[in-house]
Nanobody, 121 residues
Framework: QVQLVESGGGLVQAGGSLRLSCAAS????????MGWYRQAPGKQRELVAD???????NYADSVKGRFTIARDNAKSAVYLQMNSLKPEDTAVYYC???????????????WGQGTQVTVSS
């Protein structure tokens, strides 16, 4: 009913930057919170940042001051600008959205398939 597609991942040297994009499509009635999670090899998935429809943001301590999350409600899209990247940022990054479909009154959590970010030292 709702699909999320990420793009923008890749290989970058330490200190470099990447910008991730995620677009939602399908039969969407509304989208509440959108965010980015990441999962490194051998580790659990963790929240990187999220943002409400009104623009209030939340960041993991490890990325504060380096990453910036933004969204475009008209495009049902969310972005993650990643600066001063470190090897520790290497992970698969997943887009997440809490949304209500047009044929349901229930809020449901949707996930993208993930995009790989690799930071070399």
């Amino acid at each position: 009913q709702v699909q999320l597609v990420e793009s923008g991942g890749g290989l970058v040297q330490a200190g470099g930057s990447l910008r991730l994009s995620c677009a939602a499509s399908g039969s969407i009635f509304s989208i509440n919170v959108m965010g980015w999670y990441r999962q490194a090899p051998g580790k659990q998935r963790e929240l990187v940042a999220d943002i409400t429809r009104g623009g209030r943001t939340n960041y993991a301590d490890s990325v504060k001051g380096r990453f910036t999350i933004a969204r475009d409600n008209a495009k049902s899209a969310v972005y993650l600008q990643m600066n001063s990247l470190k090897p520790e940022d290497t992970a698969v990054y997943y887009c997440n959205a809490d949304a209500v479909g047009t044929m349901s009154s229930a809020l449901y959590s949707y996930w993208g398939q993930g995009t790989q970010v690799t930071v070399s030292s």
